[in-house]
């Protein structure tokens, strides 16, 4: 196991730690999964090296083998370098073949405004540069790894897909996060109980303006709390000067009965002056809700 | 949405800081030392109160204490 692939494993999320066994209908789904893609024959996918798509790459390789199976990174300064590592490390493990890609996204000004439409910038810019360097392979199918827990969420980034004719297999078969995991857990795939990791623009509410600086101060902080300890669940959220730190429920309430004290040296270390620690801890879309987008 | 009523209500719990609003996020600034405990012990009722002052998030800031003097909160 590469170095990198233990460091994932130290950030086990400690709800999915127990992951829950697979089901039979989950490995239906898998069938029917490996059934769709042997019809397309060759796939590209757009790769993160999250829980979903480092999944839906293992299954395309066990489908079409790494000859039919492209996997395609897009890179830019929103894409923290640990989710890189990650994804390298199970392209390597599971003979993956993987294209690199830089997109631009922090180039367009309709993306740096931080809209709460942002992620539709961002994914317009990734899909139009993948699915030409797809086809340029003379790969005519291109997948992501939306799944169907996320079809309920504020996704904008999803009309980009949609677009572009980008295809969601496993939403389309009905996959859940907690069916994912398990097969990915099944499968050997060190990513089963890795926390969720949406691009680090999502660390910035909603008109604060998305620069490098604001997204390397974020990485930094959270980096600092993984050296620190800190499991499961973890946003750094960034509201100017001031950095609010989501936890995992676990996670914060082990910390409020310690010492904060280290928590707060960490992310001052990454560069926030103030420091302050969610008291609700971890929200998925917690930014959406102080902006007014969805329900509290 | 205001500081002063969720200040109120936190003070009836105790909880003896100061409140800055950022739009729709409480953020608390102990007066005094801060008892960690004594807010993870709360933490829940403080985020009730939150939410039923408008608030959709409260935090606490670490490693602040806010100037001494107010003596409008109770102090334990």
């Known amino acids: 196991m590469a170095a990198n692939e233990v460091r994932r494993l130290a950030v086990f999320d400690p709800d999915v730690h127990e992951a829950a066994p697979t089901t039979v209908a989950a490995r239906a789904r898998e069938a029917a999964l490996i059934a769709w893609i042997r019809d397309r024959g060759r ?8 829980v979903d798509s480092a999944y839906l790459a293992c299954v395309a390789v066990d489908a079409v083998g790494p000859e039919g199976t492209l996997a395609i990174i897009g890179r830019s300064p929103s894409y923290p370098a640990e989710q890189w590592a990650a994804a390298r490390a199970v392209a390597d493990r599971f003979g993956i073949p993987v294209l690199e890609l830089d997109t631009h996204e922090m180039e367009d000004p309709r993306y740096a405004a931080n809209p709460t439409n942002r992620c539709y910038f961002c994914k317009s810019e990734l899909w139009s540069l993948l699915v030409p360097a797809a086809a340029a ?12 827990d996320d079809l309920g969420d504020h996704r904008p980034g999803a009309a980009a897909a949609k677009e572009q004719r ?14 994912i995991r398990a097969l990915s857990r099944d499968r050997g795939i060190p990513t089963w109980a890795q926390p969720s990791s949406p691009c680090l623009s999502s660390r910035l509410p909603y008109g604060t303006a998305v620069t490098p600086t604001r997204l390397a101060q974020v990485e930094r902080a959270e980096a600092a709390l993984r050296t620190l300890g800190v499991r499961g669940d973890l946003r750094v959220r ?11 429920a676990t996670e914060l309430e082990r910390w409020l009965a310690a010492d904060c004290a280290p928590l707060h040296d ?11 620690l969610d008291l609700r801890g971890f929200r998925s879309g917690s930014l959406n809700v102080l902006g007014g987008v969805t329900a509290a | 949405m205001s500081a ?32 960690a405990r004594r807010i993870a012990a709360e933490r829940g009722r403080i985020t009730a109160l939150a939410a ?9 800031e670490l490693g602040a204490v806010a100037p001494e003097g107010d003596a409008t909160l109770p102090r334990d």
């Open chain 1, 266 to 276: 960490a992310v001052r270390g990454a560069g926030f002056e103030r420091v302050a």
């Open chain 1, 137 to 148: 392979r003379g790969i005519a199918t291109v997948i992501d790894g939306t799944n169907a």
């Open chain 2, 4 to 35: 002063q009523p969720f200040r109120d209500a936190l003070g009836a719990l105790a909880v003896d800081a100061d409140v800055e609003i950022r739009d729709r996020l409480a953020i608390l600034r102990p007066r005094g030392a801060v008892d």
């Open chain 1, 166 to 179: 980008v295809s969601s297999p496993l939403a389309m078969l009905g996959f859940t996060k907690a069916e």
């Open chain 1, 43 to 50: 796939v590209a996918i757009g790769f993160s090296g999250g």
């Open chain 1, 238 to 248: 960034h509201h100017g000067d001031l950095a609010r730190i989501e936890l995992h």
């Open chain 2, 52 to 60: 039923e002052h408008g608030f959709t998030h409260v935090a606490l």
